[in-house]
């Protein structure tokens, strides 16, 4: 399995500013996605981020709000933009490292409080 | 539509008394089910991949079972540190089996 790091690992921010995720795998993989899980929830799937090209959005999230980057096959950014209370969540990024199976591993989080 | 469901929501148990977990899904197609270990303010942790009905897999304290129609995971005679949310899932059709659809997840608390 891949291993994955997230920075930051938590942060408090203030309504109205933005936040940008990293995410580092320590080796190519073709297929990296962001996922949010709300307090008390489970994970769902913000984004696929596609290397070289637009990322594709699941139905309730746009690229005002969140978008993304994916410059390389190791490396994929995530910003939460203009952050309100309703964004306090777990963002975590996952891959796919194998085209044949299906299954993800993932990072660490990033822990978000919006004041 | 794809759907997953977890049962019970929450489950407690004293060290050493085996139980079971169910996740129940509804998906076109499966392309695997995998079960996740979740501990408080991390990401899931990887546990098992089942692709077919009647595949088992075993690792530790913990055994996962497939049927055409939901999975369990068997915990047997737990520790305090197995103490975690387990969540299974499934791709979903579209988006290349990429999107996972994700159960509310059952949070087990052993107690010693």
């Known amino acids: 399995s891949a291993v994955i790091s997230q920075k930051p690992s938590r942060d408090i921010c203030q309504r109205g500013t933005s936040l940008t995720i990293q995410c580092q795998v320590d080796?190519?993989?073709?297929?990296m996605f962001w996922y949010r899980q709300q307090p008390g929830q489970s994970l769902t799937l913000i984004a696929t981020?596609?290397?070289?090209?637009?990322?594709?959005?699941e139905s309730g999230f746009v690229i005002d709000k969140f978008p993304i980057s994916r410059p390389n096959l190791t490396f994929s950014t995530l910003t939460v933009s203009n952050m309100s209370p309703e964004d306090s969540s777990i963002y975590l990024c996952?891959?796919?490292?194998?085209?044949?199976?299906?299954?993800?591993?993932f990072g660490p989080g990033t822990r978000l409080t919006v004041l | 539509e794809d759907q997953v469901t977890q049962s019970p929501e929450a489950l407690r148990l004293q060290e050493g008394e085996s139980s079971s977990l169910n996740c129940s899904y509804t998906?076109?197609?499966?392309?695997?089910l995998f079960w996740y270990r979740q501990d408080p303010g991390k990401g899931p942790e990887f546990l098992f991949t089942?692709?077919?009905a009647g595949e088992e897999k075993e690792k530790e304290r913990l055994k996962a079972t497939l049927t055409k129609k939901e999975s369990f995971l068997h915990i047997t005679a737990p520790k305090p540190e197995d103490s975690a949310t387990y969540l299974c899932?499934?791709?979903?059709?579209?988006?290349?089996?990429?999107?996972?659809?994700f159960g509310q997840g059952t949070e087990l608390s052993v107690k010693p």
């Open positions: 899932a499934v791709p979903g059709v579209n988006n290349q089996g990429g999107k996972l659809i």
């Open positions: 981020a596609n290397q070289g090209s637009e990322a594709t959005y």
């Open positions: 080796s190519q993989v073709t297929m």
């Open positions: 996952s891959v796919r490292p194998h085209t044949t199976y299906n299954e993800q591993f």
């Open positions: 089942l692709y077919s």
């Open positions: 998906v076109s197609g499966l392309r695997g």
